[in-house]
């Protein structure tokens, strides 16, 4: 009988329940004896389902945390876009370039400057 259990119960529990079974009229086991096995067995279970529901809320903890995350990410990414937009632009232009080549080999005239010798030989 114990090989028909699921794999998730454990082998104590398949030794009480098996025990329990087989505790029949044939034996004329007393109700105490019952009464003690199946507590056993359902503290046996208890803890197993507590195991197994602390499981599944981690893993449930895990995913929510993981989504929290993810969802604080993309925040991030949407409060730069806009922090982008409403930044202002700051358009540079260039300046025309020389339409001849003429142009473009001239020198701007340079400037004499006048020192205090040159002045006084003017």
């Known amino acids: 009988m114990?090989?028909?259990?699921?794999?998730?119960?454990?082998?104590?529990?398949?030794?009480?329940?098996a025990e329990l079974m087989e505790a029949g009229p044939e034996e004329e086991a007393d109700d105490r004896e019952c009464?003690?096995?199946?507590?056993?067995a359902l503290s046996e279970a208890?803890?197993?389902l507590e195991e197994e529901i602390v499981q599944a809320l981690q893993k449930h903890a895990a995913t929510a945390e993981a989504e929290i995350?993810?969802?604080q990410a993309f925040s991030a990414?949407?409060?730069?876009?806009?922090?982008r937009a409403a930044s202002?632009?700051?358009v540079v232009h260039k300046r025309p370039t020389p339409e001849t080549e003429k142009?473009?080999?001239q020198e701007p005239p340079r400037q004499r400057r006048r020192t205090g010798d040159s002045a006084a030989q003017d």
Do not use: R
């Not at 114990?2 to 329940?17: F, G, K, R, S």
């Not at 990414?77 to 922090?83: I, K």
């Open 2 to 17: 114990a090989d028909d259990m699921p794999p998730a119960v454990d082998d104590d529990l398949q030794e009480l329940i």
């Open 35 to 40: 009464e003690e096995i199946t507590a056993t």
């Open 46 to 48: 208890t803890e197993y």
């Open 69 to 71: 995350a993810e969802s």
């Open 77 to 83: 990414v949407l409060l730069a876009d806009a922090n």
């Open 88 to 90: 202002p632009v700051v």
């Open 103 to 105: 142009e473009q080999d």
